[in-house]
């Protein structure tokens, strides 16, 4: 049986990342084995897709920003690992159809909804679209902390939290802005757990 590229490339991210960081992922089991998920996580580094995509056992498509599909090395490798591009700063509506039509098709989608890296390592706010992912699909919420820092030999955690119960929110009718409150309140407090 050959290798598909993304599991290839997983492999070798692992065989480089997990003794460098010495990375322990804890939760893994809350992700759902099929159907759609919707992974959120704080954002403290550009080395954070690579990682949250080699500790979960599914494989995740993530969204990344559009100036990355125009990069040399990049633009040929990231469409093979699943990622699509999203345009910064305004609502992109193509990516979100893409992300919904995903998520339809019993996808895992890795988000980090914060949309840039924290420069504090402190957990930011969080932008609309996690929470519109979230209220807009029957998509499964993970809420996940990256606990770092990614320093050299230094223990590197990543830990998935149990599902969020989102519900009672999509009958509510929340707003998007509300949804993703509450999507960081629990990656917040899993940081918080696990420091």
Do not use: W
């Not at 914060?114 to 609309?128: D, F």
């Not at 999509?170 to 917040?188: L, V, W, Y």
Request: aromatic share 8%; proline share 7%; hydrophobic share 40%.
């Amino acid at each position: 049986m050959t290798l598909d590229f993304y599991t290839f490339a997983k492999n070798i991210v692992k065989g480089v990342l997990t003794p460098s960081f010495r990375v322990k992922a804890l939760g893994k089991e809350h992700i759902p084995k099929e159907g759609g998920v919707l992974i959120c996580a704080n954002h403290i580094d550009n080395l954070d897709p690579p990682v949250v995509g080699m500790t979960s056992p599914r494989d995740i498509h993530f969204m990344a920003k559009e100036e990355l599909f125009h990069a040399p090395v990049l633009k040929g490798i990231l469409p093979r690992v699943n990622a699509f591009p999203v345009k910064r700063g305004n609502s992109d509506r193509e990516s979100l159809r893409k992300g919904l039509k995903l998520l339809k098709e019993g996808k895992a989608i890795g988000l980090f909804p914060e949309g840039t890296r924290s420069k504090t390592g402190e957990l930011g706010e969080g932008l609309a679209g996690a929470g519109f992912f979230a209220l807009r699909s029957d998509a499964v919420i993970i809420p996940c902390a990256i606990i770092g820092p990614y320093k050299f030999l230094r223990p590197l955690k990543v830990v998935y939290g149990p599902p969020i119960n989102f519900t009672e929110y999509r009958e509510q009718k929340i707003s998007a802005d509300e949804a993703t409150k509450i999507i960081m309140e629990h990656i917040g407090k899993l940081i918080s757990e696990h420091k």
